[in-house]
């Protein structure tokens, strides 16, 4: 089993950045593949970002350019670095994490309770 604790959500104005965390815990050995994803009111959860074991990445095309996925692996800890938020930014933001490779795909094993993002115009 492992755990995972979202933090760094809050609310900002666009154009502004935030940075969120996703500390994991429990059985982290070997190595887990990781993902952000996202959840608007109304709207169905969506892949954001995610990361590979080789360090390669992927974004939604809605989110290129302005969001960065990274991982701390000493620290268990992943990263969503979210630059020029806009409105339309605003969800939930959830990480999530597996030992296969589901790309944007909500099929991850484990989830975390997600951490709010709200961004003003």
């Known amino acids: 089993q492992v755990q995972l604790v979202e933090s760094g959500g809050g609310s900002v104005q666009s154009g502004g950045s935030l940075r969120l965390s996703c500390a994991a815990s429990?059985?982290?050995?070997?190595?887990?593949?990781m993902a952000w994803f996202r959840q608007a009111p109304g709207k169905e959860r969506e892949g954001v970002a995610t990361?590979?074991?080789?360090?390669?990445?992927g974004y939604a095309d809605s989110v290129k350019g302005r969001f960065t996925i990274s991982q701390d692996t000493a620290k268990n800890t992943l990263y969503l670095q979210m630059n020029s938020l806009k409105p339309e930014d605003t969800a939930m933001y959830y990480c999530?994490?597996?030992?296969?490779?589901?790309?944007?795909?909500?099929?991850?094993?484990?989830w975390g309770q997600g951490t709010q993002v709200t961004v003003s115009s």
């Open positions: 999530a994490a597996d030992r296969v490779w589901w790309w944007f795909n909500p099929k991850y094993n484990y």
């Open positions: 990361i590979g074991s080789d360090g390669s990445t």
């Open positions: 429990g059985n982290t050995y070997g190595h887990y593949y």
